[in-house]
C-alpha cells in the first residue's frame, strides 16, 4: 500500500472546505478535513509544502508511525494548523486501511457499540416565537436534542443567531463566516446575556416541557464566576449541557465554576491535543470533549482522548458545525459509534451543493446520523462538481464590548 499521490483540494460549495486525497498505487484513495474556519490556507500550505512531499513512497499501513513522525518529527508541535494537517493525514489513512479491509471504518476501531449516533441540532430565534418556530421546526424534522441559541433585546446581531429564520423544511442558514474584506464586527453585553437566558430557558421549558434535551452554546465569553453564576442559574432547567462557557486555556479556572454548579459541561472544540484536557479530564472540570477529528490529530488522537476520557466517566461531544466537512462529520460518526463513552453529535446539515462535492453516505434518520455501510468512510469526493465552487476568502467574526474593548467571539 505505497503511497504515490497525494493531493490538497480546495473548494468553496458554500463554504471553504480543505481536503486531503492520498492515492496508492494500486488505485485506492482515501480522504481527509483539514478545513480550518478562516484560515484554510494556512493548512493547505502546510499540507503542499511541507507534509505532501514527505508522503511519497510511505506505507499508507503505517498509520501511528506516521502520527508521530509528522507530530514529533515536525519539532514544533500542536497549534491548530498543524494539527488539522496531521488530522487529514491520518483520516486518509484510516479511511484506505478500511478499503483495503472492506469494511466500513467503524469496524477497524472495534465494532458497533450502538446503531447509529444520536445528534443535536441548531434552533435559535431572536425573538420567543422565532426560536419557538425553529424548535418546532426541528422537532418536525425528527431531532430529538436541541441547542437553544437567542437574541439579546436590543442587540442587532448575536453569536448563533440564524441571520433570517428557516422555514419548516429549510436548512438552518447560520454561517458565521462572511465573504467581506475584514472580518464583521459584533458587540455583546455579558450583562445582560446573563440576565436575558435564564427568561428563555424558562419559557422554553414551558412550552416544550421537561423530556426534551436542551443544550447551550456560551462562546468562550465569561469568567469563571460569570460561568459559575450562569450554570446556576440555568440549573432549574435541566440543561443537557452548557458549552465553552469559558476560553479555557486556562484549564484550572474550571475548578472554580465546578464548584459552583452541577449543570454539565462541555469544552474543547478550539484545543488540538489531549494536553489541552489533562487537567480538564483528570480533575472531572468537565462532561464532554468537544474536539472534532478535523482540530485535534484524526482518529488515533481522538480516539486516544476518548479512551482518556472514559476513564473519568467523561464523554464525547464532538463538534459538527458546517466548517467540519463531510469528510471530518464521517470519520466521526465512524468513531462515535465505536467508543463506548459516546454522548452525543454535533449536527449542522451541510448545503446540497456541498453534499454534491462530497456525496456522503451517512444518513440521518430518527434524530441521529448513522455512517455509511460501504468500505472506508463513505466520502466520494467529485472534482467536476468542484470545480464549479473556487476558493472565496471569508473570515469569522470579530467581537467587541459595548466600549469598543476586542473581547472573545
Ligand atoms: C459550535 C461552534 C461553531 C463555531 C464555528 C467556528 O458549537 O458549533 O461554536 O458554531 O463557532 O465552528 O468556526
Ligand atoms: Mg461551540
Redesign the pocket.
Known sequence: MLIDHVEVLVSSPGRNFVTLRVRTADGLTGYGDATLNGRELAVAAYLQEHVVPLLTGRDAHRIEDTWQYLYRGAYWRRGPVTMAAIAAVDTALWDLKAKVAGLPLYQLLGGRSRDACLVYGHASGNTLPELFDSIRAHLEKGYRALRIQTGLPGMSTVY?VASSPAAAGERYDYEPARATALPVEERWDTRLYLRHLPTVFEAVRAEFGPELPLLH?S??RLTPIQAASLGKALEPYDLFWL??VTPAENQEALRLVRRHTTTPL?IG?VFNTIWDYQTLIREQLIDYV?SPVTHAGGITALRRIFDYAAMYQVKSGI?G?TDISPVGLAAALHLGVAIHNFGIQ?YMPHTSDTDAVFRPSYRFAGGSLAPGEEPGIGIDYDDVAAARFPYKAAYLPVNRLLDGTVHDW
Open positions: 448563533g452554546d462562546h468562550h458549552e465553552d462541555a472544540e468537544r463538534h458545525p454535533e
